[in-house]
């Protein structure tokens, strides 16, 4: 097995991954990075290297059991041991319930719930034996609040959530660390400046998640001591209702 210390990121877009990955590669971890499409990865593990971290990227179907087996087995063979894994896989889609169809609900339950149970059992399985090692779920609003057209996301976000609740008092006792962020409100994505203009115009006076500060609350979850750690914590900007 290699010598490099690894933070998988599982969903590692544009923005809030990116941005995950990026903070773990500044402090010398190597970011083992997913998206079911390899080649879409280019630009952040080049962004990566240029500011003198070490990134690799894989394309990996986390709904697919053995793909996500075969992940953590290779990078824990050719990389180096996983010391933090990070689920950001988002799946948000909004369907009326009378058009969600059972295709769209199982895909959306797959992606946001199922995958993670999968990426959490796996890493679980050699972060045990060292007796370290932090396992973060990505939350959202639908995590604790299920709204009108979100009922497939929340779902999904709801499973999850239980899934990191069960694995955190399991895995505590063993010396695993496994957190749960909710993120709650818009992100500085793409996704909103295109769809969400006057939600994207609030990014002047901070009132649009950062990417980047969301990042920074994942490392420092990473690296609290053992005897105060966090399990659940929610970030939003001060303008969000809540």
Known sequence: MADARVALVI?????????????????????????????????????I?????TARAFG????????????VESIEREVGPIEVAVFNIGANVRFPIRETTARVYTKVWEMG????????????????????????????????????GFAAFAGAKHGL??????MARELGPLGIHVAHPIIDGAIDTEFIRTLFPERYALKDRNGILSPDAI??????????????WTHEMDLRPWIETW
């Open 215 to 228: 990042a920074e609350a994942y490392w420092q979850l990473h690296m609290q001591p053992r005897s105060a």
């Open 60 to 71: 990996s179907d986390a709904r697919k059991e053995e793909q996500m087996m075969a992940l």
């Open 11 to 47: 969903g590692a877009g544009d923005a809030t991954g990116g941005a995950i990955a990026r903070r773990f590669a500044r402090e010398g971890l190597t970011a083992c990075v997913t998206r079911r499409t390899a080649d879409k990865l280019a630009p952040l593990v080049a962004r």
């Open 113 to 148: 719930c199922f995958a993670g149970f999968l990426m959490g059992r796996e890493v679980a399985k050699v972060m045990v034996p060292r007796g370290r090692g932090t396992i973060l779920f990505t939350g959202a609003t639908a995590s604790v609040r299920g709204s009108a």
């Open 161 to 166: 959530r239980a899934l990191a609740q069960s």
């Open 49 to 53: 290297e240029r500011d003198g971290g």
